[in-house]
T-cell receptor, first 111, second 111 residues
Framework: DGGITQSPKYLFRKEGQNVTLSCEQN?????MYWYRQDPGQGLRLIYY???????QKGDIAEGYSVSREKKESFPLTVTSAQKNPTAFYLC??????????FGPGTRLTVL | EDQVTQSPEALRLQEGESSSLNCSYT??????LFWYRQDPGKGPEFLFT???AGEEKEKERLKATLTKKESFLHITAPKPEDSATYLC????????????FGQGTTLQVKP
């Protein structure tokens, strides 16, 4: 089955820790995206990558970092510089301007 | 400024009571208007893409329509399983593949 997987489903971070969220797709899509979703707010774009080995900052990139070494993988690191990381994180992929398909999400909580 | 606004924020319907959700957008050069369904704690599920004014698409009890400034998601004779948050999104004016999301309409259908 083609799709997008994210892991872990739940993640807990202590103050000062960096954590990495995994996103893998087997849809053969060129573009991948990371969004953050907070209660009562729409999805906000953190980073996106339109091709392997290239990525751009989205609207709220501060405190986050990404890599795109393989077409199917786009991990997101939440660094200690992100002061309010508790949120629901969603990864998506697409081919060009076509619809984006989303993974199941990772809920990150700061302890 | 590119913007997507959804109304109402929340909608309660009785089973079988038809209604419509609104998505207004202000972007130049529409390259697709997307509708998604999101259940609590899950990633958005793709429903429809509309590209030009006058276009309509249907899936079971849902029909999406598009004008030059807004899109409607019509729900005919809804059932409790239609309860979810419905998101609309469109590409921004820049050619980045980035989607701009509305804040969503949370629909509750009571039996």
């Amino acid at each position: 089955d083609g799709g997008i997987t994210q892991s872990p489903k739940y993640l807990f971070r202590k103050e000062g820790q960096n954590v990495t969220l995994s996103c893998e797709q087997n849809l053969n899509h060129d573009a991948m995206y990371w969004y953050r979703q907070d209660p009562g707010q729409g999805l906000r774009l953190i980073y996106y990558s339109q091709i392997v080995n290239d990525f751009q900052k989205g609207d709220i990139a501060e405190g986050y970092s990404v890599s795109r070494e393989k077409k199917e993988s786009f991990p997101l690191t939440v660094t200690s510089a992100q002061k309010n990381p508790t949120a629901f994180y969603l990864c998506a992929s697409s081919n060009g301007d076509n619809e984006q398909f989303f993974g199941p999400g990772t809920r990150l909580t700061v302890l | 400024e590119d913007q997507v606004t959804q109304s109402p924020e929340a909608l309660r319907l009785q089973e079988g009571e038809s209604s419509s959700l609104n998505c207004s957008y202000t972007v130049s050069g529409l390259r697709g208007l997307f509708w998604y369904r999101q259940d609590p704690g899950k990633g958005p599920e793709f429903l429809f893409t509309l590209y030009s004014a006058g276009e309509e698409k249907e899936k079971e009890r849902l029909k999406a329509t598009l004008t030059k400034k807004e899109s409607f998601l019509h729900i005919t004779a809804p059932k409790p399983e239609d309860s979810a948050t419905y998101l609309c999104a469109t590409h921004g004016s820049s050619n980045t593949g980035k989607l701009i999301f509305g804040q969503g309409t949370t629909l509750q259908v009571k039996p």
